[in-house]
């Protein structure tokens, strides 16, 4: 399990975070996007070291980046218009979701330097603070900022805004909820998980019903309905795993879960959404006057 872990976070670091913050603000963040793959080396590297002083100061260099980009999010707040929408609030949904992506990459950082240094943050299992990284990178950065690209797009069919405005809302809660279930109990983690998996299942559908048809190209479209598809399977998993966990019913192991829901929402999910949507963006460019 553990060099599969290590695969997907490396995945996230190199590649999924960086294209990712083209996606959000394609000029403004374009500095942070192009040094970010190199910022990254150093937390790549740490993940295949043993734990250690050397594996915890290039995870620590990883982490003040992420930190970094997490100053990003108070500052984009500030300058964020106020939304009708939203009551009048700069918290519109769409931009709740981009907020969530850009501090989750902290969270991962944090996790994964008291995991290289073999302390026990919290009194978690090194255990639960090397599968924090990835979730972060996953589920906090990629699924908050997807829900965010499609409440952004505004779907087009019938109730689909207040769904997509819901999704864009329920994802970067679900997140919020499981964060805090760790300090809870089981019971706490498995209701983040339904609002979680409820946000991502709109997210789905949306992308399915109303995305996804807008594509110009059979490669776009494809990669919108893997995604879409995915999510279904990968979250049902997610569901199960954290009924188990607070019922005592049987689940999947760990093992099992990284080898499926992990580099299902990995490849499936993440690297598809992202490819489908620097086409979608690049489509819309070429389209302009």
């Not at 498995?190 to 339904?194: H, I, M, N, P």
């Given at each position: 399990m553990t060099v599969l872990v290590h695969l997907i976070v490396t995945l996230g670091m190199l590649y999924v975070i960086p294209a990712g913050l083209r996606l959000i603000d394609p000029a403004g963040l374009r500095a942070a996007a192009r040094t970010w793959p190199l910022l990254?080396?150093?937390g790549a590297l740490c993940l295949w070291l043993p734990r250690g002083a050397i594996a915890t100061a290039l995870a620590a260099l990883y982490a003040a980046a992420?930190?970094?980009?997490?100053?990003?999010?108070?500052?984009?707040?500030?300058?964020?218009?106020?939304?009708?929408?939203?009551?009048?609030?700069?918290?519109?949904?769409?931009?709740?979701?981009?907020?969530?992506?850009?501090v989750s990459p902290s969270v991962a950082g944090t996790a994964l330097v008291a995991d290289r240094a073999g302390y026990r943050l919290f009194g978690f299992d090194l255990d639960v603070l090397a599968l924090t990284v990835p979730h972060f990178h996953f589920a906090g950065f990629t699924a908050a900022l997807v829900a965010g690209l499609v409440c952004r797009a505004g779907a087009s069919a019938p109730g689909g805004a207040a769904l997509s405005r819901w999704a864009a809302y329920s994802v970067p809660g679900g997140t919020l909820l499981v964060l805090l279930g760790y300090f809870v109990d089981d019971w706490a983690e498995?209701?983040?998980?339904?609002v979680l998996t409820g946000g991502m299942w709109a997210v789905a559908l949306l992308t399915w019903r109303d995305i996804r048809p807008g594509a110009r190209d059979r490669t776009t479209g494809t990669l919108l309905a893997t995604s879409a598809a995915v999510l279904v399977a990968t979250m049902?998993?997610?569901?199960?795993?954290?009924?188990?966990?607070?019922?005592?019913?049987?689940?999947?192991t760990m093992t099992w879960m990284a080898a499926t829901h992990g580099l299902g929402n990995a490849l499936g999910f993440a690297l598809c959404s992202l490819l489908a949507w620097r086409r979608l963006t690049l489509d819309r460019m070429e389209t302009m006057p």
């Open positions: 990254a080396v150093p992420t930190l970094v980009l997490a100053a990003r999010a108070p500052a984009r707040l500030l300058r964020t218009p106020r939304s009708p929408a939203a009551g009048g609030s700069p918290f519109a949904p769409a931009e709740i979701a981009v907020l969530t992506a850009l498995l209701a983040g998980a339904v049902l998993l997610a569901l199960w795993w954290a009924l188990g966990e607070a019922t005592g019913l049987a689940h999947p």
